[in-house]
């Protein structure tokens, strides 16, 4: 451990010694998601922490999230030590309250009475802490988690033995907490094979259970079910929505295909059902970067019915769907509380299958098979398939390829131009700069060929002048710009504006 001082502190402002960068750990929270942590007991502690909250509260994402930083604008801050952390500070802006819900807030408390002081959360209500001992004072910063207050002996230069104690009783060796999760803490554990245990859950023959557990595995991790509960819950309502994973696309084919609700018939693992949920699904995986077009299910129906779609179908439906009036409102409250017929209700309405009918197993039995597993289950959420292209690195190099992506995508630059502004400081990541660069000379480039009587791009620049507003009102800005640049060509070389009507 090499400690340092900073701002002239030996110690932050929770207690714990500042340490330079060799003294932290990288631990990885999820798959690409990954912080900088001092090694020791803030390793097992916020580590495992961190693992919950985004398991049990909010997916996290490595762009806005960090832990040790070498500097900081507060002189007494934690970060510089590696002993605290920000979490979605797109989502929890600084000095802001409130930005979680009433169902986020409840977890919370019980993740920090179960972490019993050694995790502090600078979210709370500080007037209300008791000062006598030191603590966070202000402001407001809901983002913001950290060891907590006591935990460190600096008389003695060690952690507190009674913070020893906790990581022995409730953190894993896993680097999980057990936390909603069960197991022992210090307990390896065991190893067990992925596919044999996927087959005894779901009641299936092994070889179908190998061939279909890559997407069983994303299906989980894209539901947030990473707990015994949870994976329990999914394999049992999945199951019987897919007619035990054999399913992809609904076996009614209605009329052919002639109206919506048979062009768009139930497929994936959960069936989706709907040009509203092709969409919808289609926006997700979006968002995740997992196809290019947002549209792509909307316009090749079919294509949803391939395997590689039908455990993130499911994960889809099973984190969009909210239904207020029931009991638990989500999936994942239903799962955690162990409610079948809750869950039953969010994705079928009703009970239809809930009980075993003509010696087929119902999503009771399901759920109570898989869940008789218990840890064995986690076994599933780990799993990545033998193409894996992270799998095939060693850490060393997945550490080189994260590092890669952050210059590329989360560090801000500034400009190079000799005619950038005076004081401008950084303007964007290299990925934004390079975006931004397209948008610029395709700009220029529109005017040279328009200048030359380029047709295509004359065309495009009269469709865009003549845009109608009110069916894409995102555009004002180059509909004006559009306009100029035809009257700035009609100026220089009117002739080649011939027939061309913006």
């Not at 502690?45 to 997916?59: K, M, N, Q």
């Not at 952390?85 to 009475?113: M, N, V």
């Not at 289609?282 to 316009?299: E, H, I, M, S, Y």
């Not at 000379?441 to 200048?451: A, D, N, Q």
Request: proline fraction near 5%; charged fraction near 20%.
């Amino acid at each position: 451990m090499a400690f340092r001082t900073f701002s002239g502190r030996r110690f932050s402002e929770n207690g714990w010694p500042y340490v330079d960068e060799g003294s932290c750990k990288w631990f990885q929270v999820a798959p690409g998601v990954s912080m900088q942590i001092q090694e020791g007991a803030p390793y097992e502690v916020l580590g495992a922490f961190a693992r919950d909250y985004h398991e049990f509260v909010e997916p996290i994402f490595d762009p806005d999230c960090c832990c040790w930083t070498p500097g900081n604008s507060v002189p007494s801050s934690n970060h510089p030590g590696g002993t605290a952390y920000d979490l979605r500070w797109q989502s929890h802006p600084f000095q802001k309250r409130g930005s979680f819900t009433t169902a986020q807030l409840r977890t919370i408390q019980e993740l920090l009475d179960w972490y019993e002081g050694t995790v502090f959360w600078a979210g709370i209500d500080w007037k209300k802490l008791d000062r006598s001992q030191g603590g966070w004072g202000s402001p407001i910063d809901e983002m913001h988690w950290q060891m907590g207050y006591g935990t460190y002996d600096q008389a003695a230069g060690r952690v507190q033995p009674w913070v020893s104690d906790f990581i022995a009783r409730k953190i894993r060796t896993d680097g999980f907490s057990t936390f909603r999760r069960g197991g022992t803490g210090g307990a390896p554990t065991p190893s067990v094979d992925a596919a044999a245990v996927l087959a005894k859950a779901a009641g299936i023959p092994i070889a179908k259970a190998t061939e279909i557990l890559p997407e069983v595995a994303a299906g989980l991790r894209g539901s947030q079910c990473t707990s015994v509960l949870r994976i329990a819950m999914w394999l049992a309502q999945v199951g019987h929505e897919s007619d035990n994973f054999e399913a992809t696309e609904e076996y009614d084919k209605g009329d052919g295909g002639v109206t919506e609700r048979w062009i768009y018939l139930g497929r994936t693992w959960i069936q989706l059902t709907w040009k509203s949920a092709y969409a919808g699904f289609g926006k997700w995986c979006c968002d995740r970067g997992l196809v290019t077009d947002p549209n792509v299910f909307v316009n090749n129906p079919r294509s949803l019915a391939g395997l590689q779609w039908a455990g993130l179908g499911a994960a889809y439906y099973w984190t969009e769907t909210v239904r207020t009036q029931r009991k638990y409102h989500t999936l994942n409250e239903a799962s955690d509380a162990g409610d079948v017929l809750v869950a039953t209700q969010i994705i079928n309405g009703g009970t239809n299958g809930l009980e075993d009918t003509n010696g087929r197993p119902g999503r009771r039995t399901r759920y109570n098979r898989a869940l008789a597993l218990g840890d064995q289950l986690l076994t599933l959420t780990t799993q990545s398939g033998d193409d894996d292209f992270m799998s095939a690195l060693n850490a060393d190099e997945q550490r080189e390829v994260l590092n890669l992506l952050r210059v590329l995508a989360k560090i801000p630059y500034p400009s190079r131009s000799p005619l950038r502004r005076l004081g401008e400081g950084n303007i964007d990541t290299i990925a934004g700069i390079g975006l931004n660069e397209d948008g610029n000379v395709h700009v220029l480039v529109s005017i040279l060929l328009g200048l030359v009587g380029d047709p295509n791009t004359l065309d495009d620049l009269a469709e865009l002048a003549d845009a109608d507003l009110t069916k894409f009102p995102d555009r004002a800005g180059g509909k004006a710009l559009a306009h100029r640049i035809l009257v700035f060509i009609a100026t220089i070389n009117p002739t080649v504006l011939q027939g061309v009507t913006a």
